[in-house]
């Protein structure tokens, strides 16, 4: 269950309680019965796998540079010739 962080706007008591995402947010502060504000920080992301990191894109990430990533690259189809260029001269 996710831990929220509320602070009073009457008296400033700041205090974290630990919710579930079904249940509504609390309004009351347990100090002075002013109104709370939920308050938002940073959240905590972890990235598992593979194609996260830096590192992952370059060649020494276990695939060998020249086998793998080069056959991608070449074509086996034939090349198409590009049509000749004519000219015609105006006299």
Do not use: W
Request: glycine share 10%.
């Amino acid at each position: 269950m996710p831990t929220y962080s509320y602070a009073c706007t009457a008296c400033g008591h700041r205090f974290d309680a630990v919710q579930s995402f079904a249940d509504s947010a609390l309004t009351e502060c347990p100090e002075c019965r002013g109104r709370l504000r939920k308050e938002y920080g940073s959240i905590g992301v972890t990235f598992n796998g593979s194609g996260f990191y830096r590192t992952d894109s370059r060649s020494g990430s276990g695939i060998p540079a020249s086998g793998a990533a080069s056959s991608k690259t070449e074509s086996t189809a034939p090349a198409k010739s590009a049509p000749a260029a004519t000219s015609t001269s105006a006299s």
